[in-house]
């Protein structure tokens, strides 16, 4: 949403706003950058050097900068990483979070590996929506592509995910082709059949990912695919989500139980409705994805920043935010982080 769009009364005075007129109302908190998985479009094999225990933000850390965004206006945050589940005791952090008076959506994305044991005490403590990662429905491509043998974990927590009946579930899936794009009519009948929305998300381009251009598939392709075996139907949508959302009906006719949606951010991007800011696992403000520019709070917080100078400090970030990222090829060849140092 930009401003001018914003009915007076959700124009929030101190709101985060960017030389572009953008209202900053989502906010993605990477708490680690470990992951138990390898997954090859999100990390090289080797080579990357983790944070050490000191370096990530605290649990207070992460409160205190969190309380102070949702003051300015951010209503919705998730949790990512790396693998957030993997972070000791996340259950705690999600609930001193979901008390944040202001909030109104506290999420989560996972790999779901941790998910069958921790899928009931999320919600209990404060998880509203879950988002899971999952490019396979194959055993034998998922050891490939995450370098781990860890598919029945997954699909359990996907069964306890479910069975949890959280206010939105997703499942997120990178869609490569020669990789996974023959498995499209597969996961459109597990949306057909369950009470989730499957959302197909465009390779993007990531430090040591092994992209290029001939393995996106883009949105406009995967429809055409799914139109062989169902009807889609758009359905309306927030103008600053990322997806585009459909629902699905059977060549009868018969309304699927779920939803699917398309994340485009390579074909047909969306910064123009931009609402997001991240944090990364060490402290940094990022107000693109795909800018390189981070802004340290930690430090400055250990150092005795008060609640005003981090407030600053976030702003300054915005005001580093570029109108649009780059097109896919020229982001292929820019310096950032890999997405598990950044944080999904
Ligand atoms: C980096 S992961 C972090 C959270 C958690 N470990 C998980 O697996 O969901 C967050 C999301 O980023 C997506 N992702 C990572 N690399 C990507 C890429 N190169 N292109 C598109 N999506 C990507 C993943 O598929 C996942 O849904």
């Given at each position: ?226 139109e062989s075996c169902y009807k889609l ?99 292929s060849q820019s310096e950032n982080r ?7």
């Amino acid at each position: 949403m930009t401003l001018s769009d914003a009915p007076a009364k959700m124009q929030n005075k101190n709101a985060l706003i960017d030389n572009f007129q953008r209202v900053h109302t989502y906010l993605r908190i990477s708490v680690t950058d470990r992951c138990n998985l390898r997954c090859a479009y999100c990390m090289p094999a080797e080579g990357i050097v983790y944070r050490q225990k000191k370096e990530l933000l605290t649990f207070e850390e992460i409160e205190r900068v969190a309380s102070i965004m949702v003051r300015l206006g951010v209503t919705k945050i998730r949790l990512t990483g790396g693998e957030p589940m993997v972070r000791r005791d996340i259950e705690k952090l999600v609930y001193k979070l979901a008390g944040i008076e202001g909030l109104k959506t506290l999420a989560m994305t996972t790999n779901a590996t941790l998910l069958g044991e921790k899928a009931g005490v999320l919600k209990k403590n404060g998880i509203k929506a879950l988002n899971i990662s999952l490019d396979t429905l194959r055993r034998e491509r998922f050891l490939q592509v995450t370098r781990r043998d860890q598919f029945d974990q997954v699909w359990q927590g996907i069964q306890s995910a479910l069975a949890q009946d959280f206010e939105e579930l997703k499942l997120n899936s990178v869609v490569m082709s020669g990789f996974n794009d023959d498995e499209l009519l597969d996961f459109a009948e597990f949306a057909f059949n369950n009470k989730i929305n499957v959302r197909f998300i465009e390779f993007m381009p990531f430090k040591d990912n092994e992209w290029n251009i001939e393995k996106v598939v883009t949105y406009k392709e995967m429809i055409a695919t799914l139109e062989s075996c169902y009807k889609l139907t758009p359905i309306s949508a927030d103008p600053s989500a990322v997806g585009k959302d459909f629902s699905l009906a059977d060549k009868n006719g018969k309304p699927g139980k779920g939803t699917v949606s398309f994340i485009t951010s390579m074909s047909d991007s969306f910064c123009s409705t931009c609402n997001r800011l991240r944090i990364t696992a060490d402290g940094s403000v990022k107000s693109c994805l795909f800018y390189p520019a981070e802004i340290n709070l930690r430090d400055r917080m250990r150092d005795g920043a008060t609640d005003a100078e981090v407030e600053e400090m976030i702003r300054y970030s915005l005001s580093l935010k570029p109108e649009a990222h780059a097109p896919a090829e020229e982001l292929s060849q820019s310096e950032n982080r890999t997405m598990i140092e950044i944080g999904g």
